[in-house]
């Protein structure tokens, strides 16, 4: 996977990137980072990509000739165009399904943007997916940009070091994770629930499927219509 990054502040990017599990899936060369500075592609020796808003308002719009003359610059480096996600919360929110799609892809364009945002023509013409992470306004699409490699990156065979662990986690049959414990057995007089100390694989197994349900009914309860049930957990529901 080779991601592409277009923004005011690659070292942000590259920073974020370069450290912990996405950092050695850089190192192994199961992804790639391009984190590519737009104020390169301006055009004027004062490196200018902001202006005012036709129309009046307030702050500065970036402006469409960097924009595009960075992305023209990734198309050609790779021979063809590739999807180019725009982070706005205008866009429509990441969930683990999209990460799933997007991890199909040879190449991935970020545009983040930044002030007031993006004059509206250059988006029409490259962005083929508006995505936004929540609810909420964030000064630039760095950190988003960034939430979306880290989901994508874990997807990726080799990634991660136990390849089971992507399965059995929250969101698989969209359910939330199970409780986990490590040594010691008691800590400050709590115990660590005797069925995990007791060796019957069977039964631990279905102690943490119970947990699961138990917790998503409590944490997520919006989560239970779409969770993928067996007759056994339904059972266990009605009990
Ligand atoms: Cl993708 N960008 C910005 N600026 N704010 C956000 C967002 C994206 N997603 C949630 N808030």
């Given at each position: 996977m080779n991601y592409h990054v277009l923004t005011l502040f690659p070292e942000m990017i590259t920073n974020g990137v370069n450290t912990s599990i996405t950092g050695r899936a850089i190192d192994k060369k199961l992804i790639n980072l391009n984190a590519i500075n737009i104020r390169d592609f301006s055009g004027n020796k004062h490196g200018q990509v902001d202006d005012y808003p036709y129309g009046g308002g307030a702050g500065m719009l970036m402006q469409p000739g960097p924009v595009y003359r960075s992305y023209e610059s990734v198309v050609e480096k790779i021979g063809y165009k590739p999807r180019v996600i725009y982070l706005t919360p205008q866009g429509e929110t990441f969930n683990q399904s999209m990460a799933e799609d997007f991890a199909k892809e040879k190449d991935l364009v970020f545009l983040c943007g930044h002030y007031?945002?993006?004059?509206?023509r250059v988006l029409e013409m490259i962005v083929t997916d508006n995505v936004s992470i929540g609810d909420y306004v964030l000064t630039g699409g760095e950190l988003p940009a960034m939430v979306m490699i880290d989901t994508i990156s874990r997807?990726?065979?080799?990634?991660?070091?136990?390849?089971v662990s992507a399965e059995f986690?929250?969101?698989?049959?969209?359910l939330l994770e199970y409780p986990q414990y490590t040594r010691p057995d008691t800590f400050m007089d709590k115990k660590v629930p005797p069925i995990l100390l007791s060796g019957d694989h069977a039964k631990v197994d279905k102690w943490r499927r119970e947990q699961s349900i138990i917790r998503t009914i409590k944490?997520?309860?919006?989560?239970m219509e779409k969770a993928n049930l067996t007759k056994e957990d339904i059972k266990f529901i009605e009990k």
């Open positions: 007031e945002g993006i004059d509206e997807l990726i065979p080799g990634v991660l070091n136990n390849n986690e929250s969101f698989n049959d969209n944490r997520r309860p919006d989560l």
